[in-house]
């Protein structure tokens, strides 16, 4: 699959808006309270709400477009076996650094198409640097906070 630029902007710009949901969180402690997820690892407000952001975004972008994310209920294996393409998301990748007021957490998307990932971005929220690209070309945008 041929990967636009304006497809990559739009996941961008996705990420950049889960990113800034994220900092109403960060650093507020009475804000930042965990709970467990079934594999124990743990889950706040600020993973909820960069899934729902992120969610609702690339459905209205791409509804054709399935999306497997961390923080969502996971489709049956039965239903996303047969996906040839989807969206996989971590809203909130690095939960527990989050938690402990480090910026070493990123909001992660990815285009996978027959088991290959052909675009993606990677947003660091605190220091506003993006990472993003797709099989042919890459790129590192920072806005220098």
């Known amino acids: 699959m041929q990967v636009s630029d304006q497809f990559l ?3 961008v710009e ?3 808006q889960a990113g800034l949901e994220i900092l109403k969180f960060y650093k507020k402690k009475e804000l930042q309270s965990a709970s467990l997820k079934s594999d124990s690892s743990p889950v706040t407000a600020a993973d909820l709400k960069a899934s729902q952001v992120i969610g609702e975004a690339l459905l209205k972008l791409y509804p054709d ?3 497997l994310c961390e923080e ?3 489709e049956k294996f039965e239903m996303r076996h047969d996906w040839d393409k ?3 998301i971590d809203p ?3 939960t527990k650094e989050f938690i402990s007021d480090s910026d ?3 909001v992660n998307i990815a285009l996978i198409v027959n088991h290959e990932s052909v675009a993606g971005v990677v947003y660091q929220p605190v220091q506003d640097i993006c990472y993003y690209g797709s099989l042919k070309r890459s790129y590192m945008e920072s ?3």
Do not use: H, R, Y
Request: hydrophobic content about 40%.
């Open 9 to 11: 902007e739009n996941l």
């Open 14 to 16: 996705v990420a950049k």
């Open 65 to 67: 477009i399935p999306q």
């Open 72 to 74: 969502s209920e996971e």
């Open 86 to 88: 989807f969206f996989l």
């Open 92 to 94: 909130l990748d690095g």
């Open 104 to 106: 070493e957490f990123t």
């Open 143 to 145: 806005e220098g906070k």
